[in-house]
């Protein structure tokens, strides 16, 4: 992985010495995530050399194939399958999930352009939200890029969930700590999903392993920002805003990780993949719900910390499909 991409946790600021990290305060760290938007970023079409030879996308290239020890990739169906099936089919689940992530950054776009609409002269949230606007189209160019190559037509979102965008983006102006509880849902699975790939040891195809790259390097900057905005707002709310928080962040992560974690229905009916396959694979499948579980622990460290989980309300993270939240957020 590119010495560029950047581990950044809740309480650390790229580019400081760790004992600045720690001297820093809120105000400061918002400011030196708007430079490294500045001195590391990148751009869709100077950065990713999209006509080179070896990154023309072939359907039946095996290095599409599903990885053979999780998800669908690991069922007896999939593994019978002859190879060009394989490979398309994972070629369909990449382009499918980039489709997703494509409306997942429109959303979070015009939720960030909604909370920086009411912010005040001199803040430091205002250039950081258009630093990270500016990113996530990036992001959104280079996948439709991708999508837009592989020859394939995956669909966005239906128009029940479509409607429900429109709630969100609103979130941005009225409910910012929802709104960025719902970017954490989107991004955690995404980035736990992407780093675990890259470290795999697994061959991937050089056009998707260099916006996957990309991909981490930036949304390292996002998902920091988001904690800490949380770490330091949540406090402050009433108690009825932090009892709305605690019933819809385990309805969100839920949705959200399935959305991010598991193949769409386009590409389950294309594929005509059977309904115990996928049982089999995901809904009964303990392996893929430790993933989720270990996909989400960042952010249900991060409720625990804020007081949103606790042994009162962990029922509902279990009736969420979540687990004890409380045995793995550690």
């Not at 019978?80 to 099936?85: G, H, L, R």
């Not at 920086?116 to 803040?123: I, Q």
């Not at 989107?186 to 996957?212: N, T, V, Y």
Request: hydrophobic share 40%; aromatic share 10%.
């Amino acid at each position: 992985m590119e010495a560029a991409i950047e581990q950044v946790g809740t309480s650390m600021i790229p580019g400081a010495p760790l004992g600045k990290r720690r001297r820093e305060g809120y105000e400061q760290l918002i400011e030196r995530l708007s430079a490294q938007s500045v001195r590391k970023h990148y751009d869709a079409y100077a950065d990713i050399d999209w006509d080179a030879p070896h990154n023309a996308i072939r359907r039946d290239d095996p290095r599409f194939e599903l990885p053979a020890d999780e998800g669908l990739g690991a069922t007896e169906w999939y593994q019978s399958q002859p190879a060009a099936v394989r490979a398309e089919l994972g070629l369909t689940g990449i382009v499918g999930s980039m489709k997703v992530g494509v409306v997942f950054e429109n959303v979070l776009q015009r939720g960030m352009l909604e909370f920086a609409f009411k912010l005040p002269n001199r803040s430091p949230e205002f250039r950081y939200a258009y630093h990270e606007v500016i990113e996530e189209g990036q992001h959104s160019l280079m996948f439709q890029e991708f999508i837009n190559r592989s020859g394939l037509d995956p669909r966005g979102v239906g128009t029940t969930t479509e409607w429900g965008t429109r709630f969100v983006v609103r979130l941005g102006r009225v409910f910012p700590e929802l709104f960025f509880f719902f970017v954490l849902g989107g991004e955690e699975p995404i980035d736990f999903a992407q780093k675990q790939s890259l470290r795999s040891g697994k061959e991937h195809h050089p056009l998707l392993e260099r916006i996957m790259k990309i991909h981490i390097t930036e949304e390292a900057r996002h998902l920091c920002f988001a904690r800490n905005y949380l770490k330091r707002n949540v406090p402050e709310l009433g108690f009825f805003a932090r009892q709305r928080l605690a019933y819809m962040i385990p309805v969100i992560l839920g949705e959200m990780a399935a959305m991010m974690l598991e193949p769409g229905p386009a590409m389950i009916k294309r594929f005509g993949v059977p309904a115990g396959v996928i049982r089999e694979a995901y809904r009964d499948n303990a392996e893929h719900k430790r993933r989720v579980r270990a996909s989400l622990a960042s952010v249900a460290k991060l409720c625990i910390e804020l007081d949103l989980l606790h042994e009162g309300n962990v029922w509902w993270w279990k009736i969420r499909g979540l687990g004890n939240p409380l045995k793995y957020a550690v």
